[in-house]
C-alpha cells in the first residue's frame, strides 16, 4: 500500500501569512494527489486534484504542486475560515490512502 | 448543485450490521465512480472503498474486505454500504463522495456506533 506522510503535523500561523504543507509518498504515484480541508462538524472539501488543479470554486489563494513523492500544498493571506485540518490522499493505486493530516491553527 | 445525503447509520452491536444508502441529485449519477470515506472519532479520514460507474469494478479497504460490500442502483441515483460482522474499530462518520479518484463533493456523513 502507498503510505502517505505529511508535515508538519500542525502549524501555528496568523492571519494574512503563507503556509506550505508537505506531502510525501512512500512509492511514486505520478500527480494522482488530491488535497481536502476538513473542519469539525463540516462535510471534507476538496481544494485539488492532480497534483495542481484547482476544485471549481476553490479560489486562487490555494495552490498544488509536486510529482512523484514530494507534494506541497500553499495557502496564502491565510484567513480566518482557512483554520481547519489540511489532507492529502493519493489515488494512484488501491487502495487509495488519505494522509495523517494537517492541523492549522489560529497562531 | 450536487447534493450527497446520507442515511443508515445508528448504534450496533459488534458482530451485528448496518446498511448505510447515499441518495444522489444535481448530477448524472450513473456517469460517476463513487467512493465511501469514514473518520473514526479523533481520528484522519479513511478510504473505505469505490464502486465503478456500472458497478462492475470495486476496491475495499484491506480492513473491510469480506465484511461490507458496496453497491449501487443507477436508477435510482443511491449508493449504498452494506456493512456486517461490525467492529468497534468501525465507529465513525461515513461520508460518501462523488468520484472514485479524486472526490470533488462529499455529503455531510452519517454516523455509525459500534458498542455493546
Known amino acids: 500500500d502507498v503510505q502517505l506522510t505529511q508535515s508538519p503535523s500542525s502549524l501555528s500561523a496568523s492571519v494574512g501569512d503563507t503556509v506550505t504543507i508537505s506531502c510525501r509518498a512512500s512509492q511514486g504515484i505520478d500527480k494522482s494527489l488530491g488535497w481536502y480541508q476538513h473542519k469539525p462538524g463540516k462535510a471534507p472539501k476538496s481544494l485539488i486534484y492532480l497534483a495542481s488543479l484547482l476544485q471549481n470554486g476553490v479560489p486562487s489563494k490555494f495552490s498544488g504542486s509536486g510529482s512523484g513523492t514530494d507534494f506541497t500544498l500553499t495557502i496564502s493571506n491565510l484567513q480566518p475560515e482557512d483554520f481547519a485540518t489540511y489532507y492529502c490522499?493519493?489515488?494512484?493505486?488501491?487502495?487509495?490512502?488519505f494522509g495523517p493530516g494537517t492541523r492549522l491553527e489560529i497562531e | 448543485e450536487v447534493q450527497l445525503v446520507e442515511s443508515g447509520g445508528g448504534l450496533v452491536q459488534p458482530g451485528g450490521s448496518l446498511r448505510l444508502s447515499c441518495a444522489a441529485s444535481g448530477f448524472t449519477f450513473s456517469t460517476i465512480p463513487m467512493t465511501w470515506v469514514r473518520q473514526a472519532p479523533g481520528k484522519g479520514l479513511e478510504w473505505v472503498a469505490c464502486i465503478s460507474r456500472d458497478g462492475s469494478e470495486r476496491h475495499y479497504l484491506d480492513s473491510v474486505k469480506g465484511r461490507f460490500a458496496i453497491s449501487r442502483d443507477n436508477a435510482k441515483s443511491s449508493l449504498f454500504l452494506e456493512m456486517n460482522s461490525l467492529r468497534a474499530e468501525d465507529t465513525g462518520r461515513y461520508y460518501c463522495?462523488?468520484?472514485?479518484?479524486?472526490?470533488?463533493?462529499w455529503g455531510q456523513g452519517v454516523l455509525v456506533t459500534v458498542s455493546s
Open positions: 463522495a462523488r468520484s472514485g479518484g479524486a472526490p470533488n463533493y
Open positions: 490522499q493519493q489515488y494512484y493505486s488501491y487502495p487509495f490512502t
